[in-house]
Structures are given as C-alpha cells and as structure tokens.
C-alpha cells in the first residue's frame, strides 16, 4: 500500500490515519461477517423480500467504534450525508439509509446470541495459526465501566437484632448448621467461594456470570474509594502481541478474583498448553487461582496479599529462609522434578563468624506444595519474578486503549444483555485491528525482504 509511510513500524494509530476504504478492508478481511448475517436471514422464501441490507447495517456498526462515532443517531447522520463512508461500509447506491429503530431491532436481536463470542474465539485462533499470538505469558486484569441504567434506590435494611451472646447449645448449633447448608445450597455459582469454581464446568461458568449493572467500590492512587454504577471487563490479555485472548463482562460488584479462574479455563480450550506463565495484581492472590493455573502447568506471578497474619518467624517478606543473624538465604534454582525451590547461604557469610557453626544451614530447600501462595517459581523476590511481573503492565495498556479509542465506556444501551454486546463488539474490533495491523506489518516485512 503506498499511503503506508513507516515500514519499519506500523501500529493501530497509523491503521486509523489510513484512507477509510484501505482501513475498512483491511480489518473486515480479519473475520467473517456470515454468522451475524445468518440470524437476519429468511428462513423461507414466502413473504415480502428483505428491504434492509443487514451486512452493511453490521458492518457500519462495527465501523462506528473505529470512526469514534458517539451515537447511533451520528452513524445515521453520517451514512446520509457522505456517499463515500455509506459505499465503504457496503451499502449499495439503491439502499435506503436504516432508521435508529432499524439498528435497535438489529442490536436486541444480536444481543441474545452468542455468535459474537463464537467470532472472537474464531478470530484469536487464527491469529494464533497464523503465527501472530506466539507469547508464552498473559496477564489477567479487571476494568470498571458505567451503565446506561440509572442506580436503583437502595432498600431500606430492617435492624439487625443483636445475636444472643454465649456458646449455642446443641439444638441451636444444629439448626444454625442446617440453614447455613441450605444458604449455601442455594447461592449461585459465583456466590459460592472461589474454590468451587475448580470443578465447575467452562460452560457453567461462562454462563452463570452475573451482568446486570450494580454498584462497584475500588481505591483509587490516592487510597481513597470509588464507587460507581455499573459493570466491570475482565481481560486476559497476552503481554507481547497484546490480543485479548479471553474476556468477561460481570456486574460491578463481583470481586476481580472470581473472574479469574473462568478466564484462565477459557484460555486453556482456546489455546491448549500454550502459556507458560500467568500474572495478576495483589487482588487476585487466593490459592485456587495458584491451584487451576498449575493444573494448567503454568507459572503464576502475584504480589502476596497479607491478610490478618502474623509475622512469619525464620523467613523474610519474600519468605526467603533467613540464618541465625536474620540475613536472608539468596534463591539459587528451581528443581522440576520435584517442585522443590532451593535457596543457598546469604551473601554475608563470607565474613560472618558463625559460617562454620552448625547453626548455619549451607542449603535450604522448599517444596512448593508446602504453600502455594509462598512458595512459587520463580521465586517471589528473584530477579526472573520482578521482569515478568513488569509485563503485567499490558493488560492496563490494553484497558486504556479500550477506553480511550474504542469507546469502552460510552455504553448507549441499557440492560446488562446490551451493555454486554457492547463490551463484546469493543473488544472484538480491537482484535480484528490488531490482527489488522500484524498482516499488514507481516506484507511489509515480506516486501523489504524481497526488494
């Protein structure tokens, strides 16, 4: 393409600055619209012929979010008043412009399948059959966005009587039992703890997550709270190529963590055995998190999360076995086989007087399932655990990007089934111009190479 004007370098900004009908051709050359075609098709040949072109109707709404165009009443501006953008988006001299109801139908319509999801799915396989995604880490993060709805008024709680103090007799203490098992019995999948999400199918998971909009708290730099009405996007994003592998819109009040185990399930039927490491925030430090990523025989980097302990005599922060004088022992190595971590004597025996004293251990080794959480490889406090936890920054990258370019919080629909299609149709545009972005930057390499 001779508007391309860096070859050494070609990113999203310089897809944008491309002319509309080179830009549009090639992220529509990404995926196919079929499957979204297919729900708007006639299932017989009886009745009045279709008046709507529904491809270009897709197309140009897809378009909206690379164009920046707020509202669907500006898309409908703009295919009246420019012939050109009306032509790039598919529409044929003889269509007529679709009405704000036209685009309405389409979207509920749209919002009650789960085609889109298939077309993601379809889309980072073949960037990863095409040699696009080839990262061995990913990064799990979640991001707030607000709803459409207006906030519900909160119910008045009725005043809790105080609870009767002493020990519970026996009768008490069984019926206590029984209504917490029946309270238990009764809670959905992501009401229970986190734990029970380990057996629990992909299926269930992707199908049971909460999407109505609610109120949501996080801290912000400052340590002070924010609230906020509505939902929040769940991103497994991989660090280097930086495509969202997998994503989840949840209700503004599920914890991050709980979006964890499902999102890393998700990647392992996308992508089979593929990553090799795993990196979240200090809020997703729970030990089944730990346990699902190492039955998917990957690493895990997570800052440790005190809660409520004490402190852990014999050991540093890092818990790193520390000698008599309280230095600590330095990380030597890692032993597959075993899952065992060693760690040899501190730097400062070489002058300690008690280097010779059988007090002083030469060697200390650590077995990973002693914990988990403490004890990973890399080891928390190595060099190998502080580079890879700085690539955990992609993944709040690509949440700004999301929100900045690809109008991630300018949700126009209310209901969480629609403000979940609009999460899903933000995400999976950003994709299909990555995706976009590499071929193109792949032609251009085969293009130097050759010449």
């Known amino acids: 393409m001779t508007i391309v004007k860096q070859i050494s370098l070609f990113d999203i900004q310089e897809l944008m600055e491309m002319e509309s009908s080179h830009r549009f051709d090639a992220i529509f050359s990404t995926f196919d619209v079929q499957p979204i075609f297919h729900l708007f098709s006639k299932t017989t040949l009886r009745g009045a012929p279709r008046e709507l072109n529904y491809g270009a109707m897709i197309q140009s709404i897809l378009v909206r979010f690379v164009e920046r165009i707020p509202t669907m009443k500006d898309l409908i501006k703009r295919l009246v008043s420019d012939p050109l953008f009306r032509f790039d988006c598919g529409f044929l001299v003889s269509d007529v412009v679709p009405s704000e109801a036209s685009y309405s139908r389409m979207i509920d319509v749209i919002s009650n399948s789960e085609v889109l999801s298939q077309m993601q799915d379809v889309l980072i396989q073949t960037a990863f059959t095409e040699g696009f995604l080839c990262d061995e880490h990913i990064a799990i993060d979640a991001t707030h966005f607000e709803a459409r709805d207006s906030a519900k008024p909160t119910e008045e709680k009725e005043p809790i009587q105080p609870k009767k103090r002493g020990r519970k007799s026996k009768e008490e203490r069984a019926a206590w039992l029984a209504e917490q098992a029946e309270i238990e019995a009764n809670q959905s999948t992501y009401e229970k703890k986190i734990e029970h999400q380990l057996n629990t ?37 991989s660090t280097k190529s930086q495509y969202i592998v997998s994503r989840l819109m949840t209700s503004g009040n599920l914890h991050d963590s709980k979006a964890a185990i499902p999102l890393l399930k998700k990647v392992d039927s996308l992508i089979p055995k593929h990553f090799s490491t795993s990196l979240f925030d ?28 004490g402190e852990y005599i014999g050991f540093d922060d890092h818990f790193r076995p520390t000698c008599v004088r309280e230095y600590s022992y330095c990380y030597d190595s890692f032993d597959e086989k075993y899952q065992t971590l060693k760690f040899t004597r501190p730097k400062e025996c070489v002058t300690c007087p008690l280097r010779e004293d059988s007090l002083c251990q030469k060697v200390y080794k650590v077995k990973c399932e002693t914990d988990i959480r403490k004890y990973t490889y890399p080891a928390r406090g ?11 920054t992609a993944v709040e990258r690509v949440n700004a990007y999301l929100k900045q370019y690809f109008q991630l919080t300018n949700v126009r629909h209310r209901t969480g089934r629609k403000a979940k299609l609009h999460f ?28």
Not at 221 to 228: A, E, H, L, M, V
Not at 382 to 392: C, D, F, N, P
Not at 434 to 439: E, G, H, I, N, Q
């Open 201 to 237: 199918p992909l299926e269930i998971l992707w199908n049971d997550v909460p999407i109505e909009p609610n109120w949501g708290i996080k801290k912000n730099s400052d340590g002070k709270n924010t609230f906020w009405y509505g939902f929040k996007g769940h991103l497994a994003v």
């Open 282 to 309: 200090a809020g997703y430090d729970y030990e089944p998190i730990y346990r699902q990523a190492y039955n998917q025989s990957m690493r895990v980097v997570i800052p440790y999360n005190t809660r409520r302990e």
């Open 382 to 392: 190595s060099e190998l655990w502080k580079k890879l936890y700085k690539e955990r």
């Open 424 to 451: 899903n149709l933000v995400t999976f545009i950003y994709n299909a111009c990555k995706l976009a972005v590499d071929r193109i930057n792949a032609s251009l390499e085969t293009q130097n190479q050759s010449a």
